[in-house]
């Protein structure tokens, strides 16, 4: 399967962005999907994740309250809604999908089978 991200961009500090990741393949058939992010300097982090077997979501504790993921199995889309943005969410944002549930257990970061090519967003005024 084929991950293409978009949506990202430039964004002031309180504002919102919706980040989108369509797979080229049924995202149904995928029981995990998240969403990571990689700052300059720093190591690639879990924000977010899926886990489609028992519908449970995950987030990382200092986007709790302000990401939302949500996926459209018709349009093979997952989405991440991000509210309140603030400088230190600067980042490029990765998608990534696995078939085992297994991946989705918690917000972290792991070694998911596809990768999305990444979208930037920057949070400055």
């Known amino acids: 399967v084929q991950l293409q991200a978009s949506g990202g961009g430039l964004v002031q500090p309180g504002g919102s962005l919706r980040l989108s990741c369509r797979a080229s393949?049924?995202?149904?058939?995928?029981?995990?999907i998240g969403w990571f992010r990689q700052a300059p300097g720093k190591e690639r982090e879990g924000v977010s994740c899926?886990?489609?077997?028992?519908?449970?979501?995950y987030y990382t504790d200092s986007v709790k309250g302000r990401f939302t993921i949500s996926k459209d199995n018709v349009e093979n889309t997952v989405y991440l809604q991000m509210n309140s943005l603030k400088p230190d969410d600067t980042a490029i944002y990765y998608c990534?999908?696995?078939?085992?549930?297994?991946?989705?257990?918690?917000?972290?970061?792991?070694?998911?089978?596809?990768w999305g090519q990444g979208t930037q967003v920057t949070v400055s005024s």
């Open positions: 899926i886990n489609s077997r028992d519908g449970k979501t």
């Open positions: 990534a999908t696995a078939r085992s549930s297994w991946f989705c257990l918690g917000p972290e970061l792991k070694p998911y089978e596809y």
């Open positions: 393949d049924f995202i149904s058939d995928y029981n995990a």
